[in-house]
């Protein structure tokens, strides 16, 4: 009778173990779950997805990046018409153009023709609109319009006394310091430059150039606090510039910002690998990260975490970059993807300097 009892007591163990791990096994895979469910419905609304709302093969558009929300809500976006692509109505270079769309009336009109080929472009403190110009027959600059009157004045053209590269994109900080890209992926016009560069614009005017980054730096974002500097590295790893090779590179750095504006402590906060990497950045208030990826598996709007967690994501072909709405409409994402203009309302809102 013992030894029935005590084979009883060891079956009848034996099974509540096994009856505790499939418990422990199911409840860690409930927790997961919410863990992965949990944080993209803190990020995104249920229901929502991103609407196509300027197709541009309706309107002609050849390439378009670079969303701006001005204070009136009006978007503005870069239409890159590039050498290579389609020519004008008489046979001549397309001259790249500036967009304006008006949400409320659905309106698409040019703002600008020439556009000096600028591809990102944001809207400063005084509700000015920035503009990074690039190369391939563009203005290889950072300039500034004045949109009640639409002159225009140049920031930088220069650095070392030789011009830049092909201003990329660019960010404001609540500083009021301009941060821009300047790599060089194509145009005609000579490398002047003796590398790609990461620039600071202080408000006083002085232009510095605070990185020689790994690969060319294309998207730029800042953190609301100004104490973080989020790049995306585009490297495709196809050409030699500056006399050297450098390796295919698809990456999002973290850099932290310290008192004097210098770039300290880098992080790779995300690496691609072999996939295509991001373009575009912005930050939302609360600090996260929202970046257009263009990886071929699967291509669309990701939101990280300051600690690079991905935290939603909202499919999308062919992002190029992104922009948050001006309130109350600053929980709408504008997004430059497939030649056109898309919008998203989201559970968080964008943050403007």
């Known amino acids: ?10 079956v009848l163990r034996a099974a509540l173990a096994v009856l505790s791990a499939l418990c422990a096994a199911f409840l860690g895979a409930e927790l997961a779950a919410q ?25 002609d558009l050849v390439f378009t990046e670079g969303p701006a929300v001005a204070c009136d809500g009006s978007v503005f976006f870069s239409d890159i018409t590039w ?8 046979g001549g270079f397309r001259a790249g153009h500036i967009m304006r769309f008006d949400p409320k009336s659905g309106a698409l009109s040019v703002f600008r023709s020439p556009s000096g080929m600028a591809n990102g472009l944001m809207i400063d403190a005084r509700c000015a609109l920035l503009a990074a110009e690039g190369a391939d027959r563009g203005g290889r600059r950072i300039t500034r319009t ?20 092909s201003p990329n994109d660019l960010a404001v900080d609540r500083l009021g310091r301009i941060w821009f890209t300047d790599p060089r992926y194509l145009g005609h016009e000579p490398v002047e430059q003796e590398t790609h560069g990461v620039y600071r614009l202080d408000p006083d005017g002085r232009l510095r150039r605070v990185l020689v980054p790994e690969g060319r730096p294309n998207g ?4 609301p606090d100004a104490t973080l500097l989020y790049l995306a590295i585009q490297e495709p790893g196809e050409r030699r510039l500056f006399g050297r090779s450098v390796p295919r590179r698809m990456a999002i750095e973290r850099w932290a910002i310290d008192a004097r504006g210098e770039l300290r402590e880098r992080r790779v906060l995300v690496d691609f690998g072999s996939e295509e990497g991001a ?10 990260l929202w970046a257009a990826v263009q990886r071929r598996d699967r291509p669309g709007i990701y939101a990280f975490d300051p600690e690079g967690r ?21 929980d709408v994402l504008w997004i430059t993807a497939d030649r056109g203009l898309w919008r998203v309302r989201v559970a968080k809102r964008g943050w403007h300097p």
Not at 83 to 90: D, I, Q, V
Not at 279 to 287: P, Q, V, Y
């Open 35 to 59: 863990e992965a469910k949990g944080p993209a419905f803190e990020f995104l609304i249920p229901g929502e997805a991103p609407v196509r709302v300027v197709d541009g093969r309706i309107h």
């Open 279 to 288: 373009d575009g950045l912005a930050t939302d208030r609360e600090g996260n």
């Open 220 to 223: 730029i974002a800042v953190s």
């Open 83 to 90: 050498s290579h692509g389609p020519r004008g109505p008489t």
């Open 1 to 10: 009778m013992c030894a029935r009892a005590r084979l009883f007591k060891t």
């Open 146 to 165: 004045d949109l009640a009157t639409g002159r225009a004045e140049i920031l930088a053209d220069s650095f070392a006394a030789r011009p830049l590269n």
């Open 310 to 330: 991905e935290r939603a994501h909202l499919p999308v072909p062919a992002p190029t970059n992104l922009a948050f709405g001006r309130p109350p409409e600053d």
